[in-house]
């Protein structure tokens, strides 16, 4: 089994820099292996929504951004912590929304990276709420 505890949310202000935490305990197979970890969000009413993936294979990694958060939104991780960031940068009022940490032992194809069936472990969630 892998825990996943999301942190950093809050209710902050449109534009200005927030950063999310998630950090991985447990069956921790992140800091050794492939593995995908990856961000998703889901608003009141909404669907959950692909957010950022960060793929780790054979000592490289690659990133991957829904295209309503490219170019604004930053996805990291800290091998040695097993802790993922996401880094948001001019936020808007329709990124609020519940923000859900998730993990996969692997690296699955690009096509996979968005869907939510995709990954084994989900964090409970860290609400951000973007208002002025």
């Known amino acids: 089994q892998v825990q996943l505890v999301e942190s950093g949310g809050g209710l902050v202000q449109p534009g200005g820099s927030l950063r999310l935490s998630c950090t991985a305990s447990?069956?921790?197979?992140?800091?050794?292996?492939?593995?995908?970890m990856a961000w998703f969000r889901q608003a009141p009413g909404k669907e959950r929504e692909f957010v950022a993936a960060s793929r780790r294979r054979s000592g490289n990694s690659d990133t991957s951004y829904a295209s309503s958060v490219r170019g604004r939104f930053a996805i990291s991780r800290d091998n040695a912590k097993t802790t993922l960031y996401l880094q948001m940068n001019t936020r808007k009022p329709e990124d609020t929304a519940v923000y859900y940490c998730v993990i996969k032992e692997g690296s699955p194809i690009s096509s996979m990276l968005s869907d939510p069936g995709t990954y084994d472990y989900w964090g409970q969630g860290t609400q951000v709420t973007v208002s002025s």
């Open positions: 447990g069956r921790t197979f992140t800091a050794y292996s492939s593995n995908t």
